[in-house]
């Protein structure tokens, strides 16, 4: 009996067993797989709290990382040149270590460094940004730089505009702005390009005083040189496209007593002493933490971008204008709205805004000699 009923029990729930295999099979739906998370390395050559670059990228992870798209370390390595040697010590040991689906750096001084590591580790991606000579060299790196030229268009735009309102403190008759650049070159010549056209075409007789100081550290040379303009030319606007020397360009407007000053690739109201940050108008943006956050969004669609350079502009966040605080509070509403609206219409392609770089012309050598005072 106790057979029978052991046989009729098992019988039972092989019955029962496949009746549940057949309902799921009918009716269950598919289930979509998880979306990936990823799992990357920040390396700074420097240190976090740069409000700058550095600190830029940490709030793109930041952001990615409170979504749950990403897990992620920073490895401060230092800025020093007693530094540099761990730099390419630090890239080969991440990549070496097969942890990480990218590796992220950026700035001028790495290109070196990760073509060494990103040859001997071609099965690791890598990420650099802000730096425009290591297009095409790996095909397992993605170079994302940015269109500085839109972003001159746009600084171009309010500076041109805003010397008109001789209702602003510190703002003169002469429709004369300044261009303190770092070194004669493409990629300091692509913010100047678009520069003078915004500028231009906000003012038809605006007059540009455009030089270089040669130097990217040397504050001295470019706080005689926005003297200069100050006095001797009657500018009004300063824009410091010099690295650590741009803020010469700022000094020289402080003391002079007559005129503002204009920052580049950060929020330099944040960055420069107080006094110098009361009388800077606006920045231009290079938005490193929003390029960041793209790229991850384009690689999750199944796009992706390596051993090429991605150049990144207003329509994809890459750069921008500040519009709070002094912009806000000084600038007239006309000016406000040109500059918003000159923005909208570089998205919408209105405006092409054209680049140095690669440009054989030397259309921008010939705008720039135009439009000296």
């Known amino acids: 009996m106790k057979k029978f009923l052991l046989f009729v029990l098992v019988a039972i729930m092989a019955v029962s067993m496949v009746g549940c295999g057949q309902k799921p099979a009918e009716t269950a739906e598919p289930v979509a797989p998880a979306a990936k998370v990823y799992n990357v390395v920040n390396l700074v ?35 020093t040149d007693q530094d540099q040697p761990k730099w390419l010590e630090t890239l080969n040991e991440v990549a070496s270590s097969g942890e990480y689906d990218l590796v992220i750096c950026g700035t001028y001084q790495m290109p070196d460094y990760l073509k060494e590591a990103a ?44 010397t008109t309102e001789t209702g602003v403190d510190k703002i003169n008759p002469e429709a004369v702005v300044g261009f303190v650049g770092g070194i004669d070159s493409p990629v300091i010549n692509d913010f100047l390009y678009g520069f003078l056209l915004g500028a231009k075409a906000a003012n038809p007789d605006i007059k540009v005083d455009t030089r270089y100081v040669n130097s990217y550290v040397d504050t001295a040379t470019a706080k005689e040189m926005g003297l200069s303009m100050i006095n001797d030319k009657k500018a009004d606007i ?10 010469g360009a700022a000094e020289a407007a402080l003391e002079s007593g007559k005129a503002w000053f204009i920052g580049v690739d950060s ?61 806000a509070k000084i600038a007239p509403k006309a000016v406000q709205d040109m500059v918003l609206a000159a923005q909208a219409d570089i998205v919408a392609g209105k405006i092409v805004v054209p680049t140095a770089i690669g440009d054989t012309t030397n259309a921008v050598v010939t705008l720039r000699d135009s439009l000296q005072p």
């Open 119 to 162: 040859t001997t580790y071609p099965n690791q991606k890598f990420l650099i940004y802000d730096d425009n000579t290591y297009v095409g060299v790996n095909q397992n790196v993605v170079n994302i730089t940015y269109k500085q030229n839109d972003m001159g268009y746009l600084i171009g735009t309010f500076a041109g505009k805003m």
């Open 238 to 247: 300063l824009w410091g496209v010099a690295g650590l020397s741009g803020n």
């Open 267 to 327: 929020d330099q109201e944040l960055t420069l002493p107080a006094d110098q940050a009361a009388i800077t108008l606006t920045s231009g943006l290079k938005n490193v933490g929003k390029s960041i956050v793209w790229l991850f969004d384009e690689w999750d669609a199944g796009r992706t971008y390596w051993g090429q350079e991605i150049r990144l502009g207003i329509s994809e966040g890459g750069v921008g204008i500040v519009i709070d605080k002094n912009f």
């Open 45 to 79: 050559n420097g240190n976090l709290g740069d409000k700058s670059f550095f600190d830029a990228a940490e709030s793109g992870l930041k952001e990615l990382a409170a979504a749950g798209r990403i897990t992620y370390k920073t490895i401060e390595m230092g800025g």
